[in-house]
């Protein structure tokens, strides 16, 4: 019998030499908490012991740390994990190495589980990376039917909801095992926890931030742009969802200034304008970035913009033009 993914994960996770860390990105949203909190009760039944689930940097969004409660979810910050070292392993979930959304953590990241676009051979002994996939919940999911271990009702419930939100109710960036997942899932899973989940997506906190950056947008044909004064990367992503559901704008760039630089979040439902192309734009020589069709992130160091230049002008003129030149001649 061939071997199934998972297999050939715990055979390579077998010879590490001290603890296995389990590091989704640094600010994990539920796509990236489900996937982890999957992976490790997988982990752990295939009889590997000192595992844990690691970030770097705190969760800001209410039903993210929601999640955490109602999971029961042992992800600790990187500042915590005392023990972390050169001589651990790390399996990266819904990022990979190089992304500008993970830190590069004392570890060796061996193994790489993500649905974001490839970027190329990092050295993993295992990978299964598969851009073409809504949601790496998905893919987590699909391990447990394709082994025959039937997933706890607390794990089938995170599993549903980071579908659900990562593929924005299955109307964004679907695949065929997005939608089989999901249904295979729903069955298992406690309904009542994804409504609880589904109505404490906002705090009054960011119901505020929303307030002063709907303020800002400014739309140029199907194009629309929105600053935000300062925010976490999630409600950088959400806020240029709810702008690209405006009639007539397709294309959304997001950004927020912080002290070490510019993030940026893109959104498309435009079939001229993808994502990620966009972000690769805007970033452009002095930044990193990359994503999917419909969604996509990037960030600017500080350092990396002229003193005098402003950063308002600067991504309007890039994304303009990028977008002129995908628009079809009348």
């Known amino acids: 019998m061939d071997q ?18 389990i590091q989704p990105h640094n600010v994990p949203d539920p796509d990236a908490i489900s996937s982890s909190l999957a992976l490790y009760y997988l982990l752990t039944q295939r009889g590997l012991q000192k595992v844990s689930i690691v970030y770097d940097q705190e969760i800001e969004k209410i039903n993210s740390l929601r999640m955490l409660e109602l999971f029961q979810v042992p992800m600790i910050r990187a500042a915590d994990a005392y023990t972390l070292g050169t001589e651990d392993w790390a399996v990266l979930v819904d990022a990979q190495k190089g ?71 299955l109307t964004r960036g679907t695949s065929p095992l997005d939608i089989d997942m999901f249904y295979r899932l729903y069955g298992l899973a406690d309904i009542s926890d994804i409504v609880e989940l589904k109505g404490n997506e906002i705090s009054v906190e960011d119901l505020n931030l929303y307030a002063e950056a709907f303020k800002t947008v400014e739309i140029y044909d199907e194009l629309g742009f929105l600053r935000l004064a300062s925010a976490n990367d999630s409600l950088l992503g959400a806020a240029g969802d709810i702008v690209v559901s405006v009639s007539g704008v397709n294309v959304v760039v997001a950004y927020a200034s912080r002290a070490a630089g510019i993030k940026l979040s893109v959104r498309s439902t435009s079939p ?35 003193g005098n230049r402003s950063v308002d002008t600067f991504l309007k003129h890039r994304a303009i033009a990028f977008y002129e030149h995908r628009r079809p001649a009348d």
Not at 4 to 21: G, H, N, R
Not at 109 to 131: C, K, L
């Open 99 to 169: 992304n500008a959304n993970i830190t590069d953590l004392p570890t060796q990241e061996v193994a790489a589980i993500d649905h974001h676009e490839y970027r190329g051979s990092q050295g993993y002994r295992f990978e299964d990376i598969r851009p073409e996939v809504g949601s790496c919940s998905a893919i987590m999911a699909e391990y447990f039917f394709e082994n025959n271990i039937s997933p706890p009702r607390t794990i089938a419930t995170a599993l549903l909801y980071g579908i659900f939100m990562d593929t924005d109710n």
């Open 272 to 306: 001229l304008v993808k994502a990620s192309d966009m972000v690769r734009c805007l970033v452009q020589g002095i930044g990193v970035g990359g994503g999917h069709d419909r969604m996509a992130g990037g960030f600017i160091p500080r350092n990396s913009l002229a």
């Open 4 to 21: 199934t993914k998972l297999d050939k994960l715990a055979a390579v996770l077998q010879e590490a030499p001290d603890e296995i860390f």
